[in-house]
């Protein structure tokens, strides 16, 4: 009896050590991972939208809103998100009180920066800004402050800002640049069509000049609904390229898709809207995958696979019930991203390259 007492405790243990941490879209507190391994994954991963993921030092952090919170997970693996906390909570007064939208987590010259849209009141939702985030340290999970608005505008210098929201950065040849979806001047109803801008910046939380259109709802992929838009501007790079992947048509239709941008050549001023050429689409919805949009992109465990995490919606049926789905692309002859088609619900994916080894490690 005395030695089955000690296996009931052992076993115990052992399930609370190795609890809680599912092989598919798991969510965790701590770093504990499930006995049983597998080798695939389904989409989709999570519920959500407007995905964040960025790899560094081994880590994957995803940035995501709940309840107008910013909350920050931290993991070895790409399909679960573990250590989630909330490290910032919107203000009960002010301009960015309400509506966060689409956080985005970048490490820039030793700390980590949160770029995020809010308003202080809507529907209509015409009051969005963009704000900025500071780590007090290294720690993405840790303390943040504010800094305060991005001034987007034609005239930064006068503290004027229009309409903008989904800013992310660009670090390139050793210089910053901020980009985001814009309106040309504030408007009164949010019906107002959508472009990206660029603009340089003095440092990670200031702009340091006018901002320059760069691309406009304007070709025939592009246009056909209600509202024209360009938004959800994400950077990929490689040593070669320059990208821009957006979201085009409306986010809230089946339609929604992503269009690219590319830099003419590596060394060319990304503020001459000349320099960027137009492409698309290049990622779109199926009979079966429906409006997928808002893309970030990251590198396997290991380095040596491309993926693509993006958010889809559940039905055709207009509206924002979206959730959150990942899968590998790979690169055309031409040096630009070739990411498919999106592969839909419930089909196993192999899971990403070196995620399984990690698990294992984890386990011994």
């Known amino acids: 009896m005395y030695c089955n007492f000690i296996k009931l405790i052992l076993t115990g243990i052992m399930s609370a050590v190795l609890a809680g941490c599912s092989t598919n879209g798991g969510e965790n507190d701590g770093d504990g991972f499930s ?51 909330t490290v910032w909570e919107a203000p009960e007064t002010g301009w960015n009180k309400n509506h966060i939208w689409a956080p985005e987590l970048h490490y820039v010259d030793g700390r980590w920066y949160i770029y995020y849209a809010a308003g202080r009141e809507g529907p209509p939702f015409i ?26 505008s034609d005239h930064p210098e006068n503290k004027t800002s229009i309409w903008a929201i989904d800013v992310t950065v660009l670090q390139h040849h050793g210089e910053l640049y901020a980009i985001w979806s814009g309106w040309k001047d504030n408007a009164e109803t949010d019906q107002t069509p959508q472009h990206l801008y660029i603009a340089p910046m003095k440092d990670p939380h200031t702009l340091a000049g006018p901002r320059v259109k760069i691309s406009s709802p304007e070709k025939d992929w592009e246009t056909g609904g209600p509202l024209d838009l360009n938004e959800g501007p994400q950077v990929l790079k490689t040593d070669t390229g320059v990208f821009i992947i957006y979201s085009c048509r409306e986010s809230w239709l089946k339609e929604y898709r992503l269009g690219q941008l ?103």
């Open 35 to 85: 006995t049983t391994i597998d080798s695939t994954f389904v989409n989709p991963v999570w519920d959500g939208a407007d995905p964040w993921m960025v790899k560094k030092d081994s880590f994957y952090y995803y940035c995501f809103t709940e309840n107008n919170a910013i909350k920050v997970s931290k993991s070895r693996i790409m399909t679960e998100r573990n250590n989630i906390k």
């Open 127 to 152: 009051h969005q800004r963009s704000g900025v985030l500071k780590s007090a340290g290294e720690d993405a999970l840790g303390e943040y402050e504010e800094t305060g608005m991005l001034y987007t």
């Open 262 to 364: 590319r830099l003419k050549s590596y060394d060319a001023d990304p503020l001459k809207p000349e320099n960027w050429i137009k492409s698309g689409p290049v990622f779109q919805g199926t009979e079966k995958v429906y409006g997928t949009g808002h893309a970030s992109f990251v590198k396997s465990p290991d380095g040596t696979e491309d993926w693509i995490i993006y958010h889809s919606k559940k039905s055709t049926e207009p509206g924002w019930n979206r959730d959150i789905r990942m899968q590998q692309f790979h690169w055309n002859n031409d040096g630009s991203p070739d990411f498919g088609e999106p592969i839909p619900v419930g089909v196993p994916l192999k899971r990403p390259s070196g995620e399984v080894d990690i698990e294992k490690k984890l386990l011994q």
